[in-house]
């Protein structure tokens, strides 16, 4: 299973941006699909996901009202829409995807992708 992150860059603070996620491999359907982010000195964290139920989504307090994420089955493709971009989102962004059934998870990453947010 590969995944490939694209878009973000330099965003200025209120502005907007949107990350794609390109999953190969795999049963896109099967999983659930995440947004996490790292910023320098500071652990991962999660910031979205996207279930495997159709309209079900989670965002981390911190995101929630400025992001949204959604996903389309039928191009294995996750999204993450950031609005009202503020610098403390300055981040790399890893998408994730996470397959599980009873008994077992198996979890997939991409390499990451930059979003800086001037001020």
């Known amino acids: 299973v590969q995944l490939v992150e694209s878009g973000g860059g330099l965003v200025q603070a209120g502005g907007s941006t949107r990350l794609s996620c390109v999953v190969s491999?795999?049963?896109?359907?099967?999983?659930?699909m995440n947004w996490f982010r790292q910023a320098p000195g500071k652990e991962r964290e999660f910031v979205a996901q996207?279930?495997?139920?159709?309209?079900?989504?989670a965002y981390s307090d911190s995101v929630k009202g400025r992001f949204i994420i959604s996903r389309d089955n039928l191009k294995n493709t996750v999204y993450l829409e950031m609005n009202d971009l503020k610098p403390e989102d300055t981040a790399v962004y890893f998408c994730?995807?996470?397959?599980?059934?009873?008994?077992?998870?198996?979890?997939?990453w991409g390499q990451g992708t930059q979003v800086t947010v001037s001020s």
């Open positions: 994730n995807a996470l397959e599980f059934d009873s008994g077992w998870s198996d979890n997939y």
């Open positions: 491999g795999g049963t896109f359907s099967r999983f659930s």
């Open positions: 996207a279930g495997r139920a159709s309209g079900t989504t």
